[in-house]
């Protein structure tokens, strides 16, 4: 026997193929056999015709047209196809030789939905309490749920773990697993956090994360000024005709732009001046506005 290659996880629904090799060092191959939990369920034999055979057992699809000496397909596959699978392979006379070599295959039911996650907020401040669950799709065996944030696992004081839930007739699995702990600055990374990543995995078959990223509090958006002064060929005011006197109607006037800048500050920081931190933003952006204002000239 040279190898017997069974799956560790396969997928309910699917087929997979087991497959046993083997070097007879110049003997005859008499048979090769697979058993499941100790029970055959093929068998082939080169002198037989046909020469494969299948003894039907629960869990056991044998695809016997594309099964062979080296080699048997399983097609589809359900929960009860999971199990101990022996690969036996015996010389003809007079030896009789017979070595065999076995493996595990555990049957997969993938989720029925991706991972979500509930009880969070759009927004939070320094010192705010986090309190979120991320909870599976129903699968069998159970997700294996991870929370990160910003990239990195949560700690395990954190996280808050639970039970798995059983329903239904194929007594399918739903995990839910929590994550509370309160805000700090650390958490914050240029005003937003991915604060709560998932992670759902079952072994190497499956693998989905589903990710919330949230902003902390601003200021109120802070407003600033531009004014120039209109050219009076241009102004509202009323032009004075003759020896450029102003009389009592004539007015003066000026334009201003008003906008609104986002300024990303929390509002747990103080800052001594708003405009040291507007200078370090590196565009301006918001709402922009101009307004007139006139009075009567001295």
């Known amino acids: 026997m040279t190898e017997v290659r069974v799956p560790k996880h396969t997928i309910r629904g699917h087929a997979v193929k087991l497959e046993c090799h083997y070097d007879m060092e110049g003997e005859a191959l008499y048979s090769v056999k697979w058993y499941k939990d100790g029970r055959e369920f093929y068998r082939f034999v080169p002198r037989d015709d046909p020469p494969g055979s299948v003894f039907p ?5 044998v695809d016997l047209a594309n099964s062979t000496s080296e080699q048997v397909i399983l097609d589809p596959l359900d929960l009860s196809s999971s199990g101990k699978y022996r690969c036996e392979v015996s010389a003809e ?5 017979t070595v065999s ?5 555990m049957v997969v039911v993938l989720p029925d ?3 979500h996650i509930s009880g969070g907020r759009p927004r939070y401040q320094l010192g705010d309490p986090v309190r979120v669950n991320c909870t599976s799709g129903r699968s069998k065996p159970a997700v294996h749920l991870t929370w990160y944030i910003n990239g990195d696992p949560a700690d395990p004081g954190l996280v808050k773990r639970y039970e798995p839930q059983v329903t239904g007739i194929d007594k399918l699995e739903t995990s839910v697993l929590g994550l509370e702990f309160r805000v700090k600055p650390k958490h914050f990374k240029h005003g937003d956090m991915k604060l709560k990543v ?7 078959v499956y693998w989905k994360s589903n990710e919330e990223s949230v902003e902390g509090e601003k200021l109120q958006k802070a407003p600033t000024l531009e ?8 102004s509202r005011a009323d032009r004075v ?3 450029h006197h102003h009389s009592s109607n004539s007015f003066l006037c000026a334009q201003f732009t008003v906008t609104a800048l986002h300024v990303p500050l929390f509002l747990s920081q103080k800052p001594h001046r708003i405009a040291d931190h507007v200078q370090q933003l590196p565009q301006t952006t918001g709402r922009r506005k101009v307004l007139s204002a006139c009075r009567r000239p001295n």
């Open 93 to 97: 006379a007079p030896s009789f030789q």
């Open 227 to 234: 004014s120039r002064r209109a050219v009076s060929a241009d």
């Open 241 to 243: 005709q003759g020896n």
């Open 113 to 115: 939905q991706d991972p």
């Open 101 to 105: 070599d076995h493996g595990e295959m």
């Open 57 to 61: 057992q629960p869990g056991i699809a």
């Open 198 to 204: 998932c992670l759902a995995t079952i072994s190497t």
